[in-house]
């Protein structure tokens, strides 16, 4: 595997199940992040790790909760979303987290009923 | 007003025509500025850095910044029915962390064989 791969590539979930989505990043970088693409709107930060520690929440509601056990991994626990959470999440990384040139993953289309 | 304005298209050109694809800011504070380009199901790659004005040229690609205007540009020579994609630009004001990047909502692009 190269680059940042994420699983799965599509979810459908209702509103009270729990689900978890996975990134991981083969380029030796330090920081990983998560952003939310909804349709005809911009990427929106979500969070950042930067040698697995979150330097940056960007008002994230809690049903969001990310874990980075290490460098290379990084996970999006979701639980009692909403509709309007469905979105495609994108996974991308960088050597570090002072560094605008990000690598992305394919993401994960989510659909929340 | 928002931050960085990008038309959403969709732009349809035939095979072997120029391309213009385009941004404005509002932050004249803006001084690295990036395109990124996705395909669909995809996730976004960069395709071009440059830093304060001026041009950078890679291959049938120019980017273009005009911080007077605060303007950006990119340009594609001889287009391809591979260059089909959504075109997102992106800046930011410091060398800094990635929440500090702002992104357009994207230009979709279709180029007609």
């Known amino acids: 595997e190269t680059g940042v791969t994420q699983t799965p590539r599509h979810l459908v979930m209702g509103m009270t199940n729990k689900k978890s989505l996975k990134c991981e990043q083969h380029l030796g970088h330090n920081a990983m992040y998560w952003y939310k693409q909804s349709a005809k709107k911009p990427l929106e930060l979500m969070f950042v790790?930067?040698?697995?520690?979150?330097?940056e929440n960007n008002s994230v509601p809690s049903r969001f909760s990310p874990e980075c056990p290490n460098s290379s991994h990084l996970f999006l626990h979701l639980h009692t979303l909403q509709p309007e959470d469905s979105a495609l999440y994108l996974c991308?990384?960088?050597?570090?987290?002072?560094?605008?040139?990000?690598?992305f993953g394919p993401g994960t289309r989510l659909t929340v009923l | 007003q928002k931050e960085v304005e990008q038309d959403p298209g969709p732009l349809s050109v035939p095979e072997g025509a120029i391309v213009s694809l385009n941004c404005t800011y509002s932050?004249?504070?803006?001084?690295?500025f990036m395109w990124y380009r996705q395909y669909s199901r995809k996730g976004p790659e960069l395709l071009m850095y440059t830093y304060s004005s001026g041009n950078k040229e890679d291959g049938r690609f120019t980017a273009q910044v005009d911080k007077s205007s605060k303007y950006i540009s990119l340009f594609i020579r001889d287009s391809q029915p591979s260059d089909s994609a959504t075109y997102l630009c992106?800046?930011?004001?410091?060398?800094?962390?990635?929440?500090?990047?702002?992104f357009g909502s994207g230009t979709r692009l279709s180029i007609r064989p």
């Open positions: 932050n004249s504070a803006f001084q690295y």
């Open positions: 991308a990384s960088s050597p570090n987290g002072q560094n605008n040139e990000q690598f």
């Open positions: 992106a800046m930011s004001d410091q060398y800094s962390s990635a929440s500090k990047i702002i």
């Open positions: 790790y930067n040698f697995k520690e979150q330097t």
